[in-house]
């Protein structure tokens, strides 16, 4: 499963901004890609099924920085027949 979250930054001063994505996985911190007008999404693969915490960090060249947090919860789910096609 690979869920999506987006999100955005806002930019007070005309720094050089860059952002990062961690989560639980053990996958390491991954470079995330800022727009042009300051979103970003963040895709990331799980591989199994449990509840996740993903950080995504905002850091520009003067050092300021900020943070968010988010829980992800990859479950089972049971596949059903389409009652307007049965199989």
């Given at each position: 499963m690979s869920p999506s979250r987006a999100g955005f930054a806002i930019r007070t001063r005309r720094d050089v901004w860059t952002a990062t994505s961690t989560s639980a996985t053990g996958t390491g911190t991954q470079a995330l890609t800022l727009n042009a007008d300051h979103t970003f999404s963040v895709t990331h693969t799980f591989l199994t099924y449990a509840t996740n915490q993903v950080v995504v960090n905002v850091q520009d060249n003067g050092g300021g920085s900020g943070f968010t947090n988010s829980s992800v919860s990859?479950?089972?789910?049971?596949?059903?027949?389409?009652p307007l096609t049965p199989a």
């Open positions: 990859v479950q089972r789910f049971a596949l059903e027949s389409d």
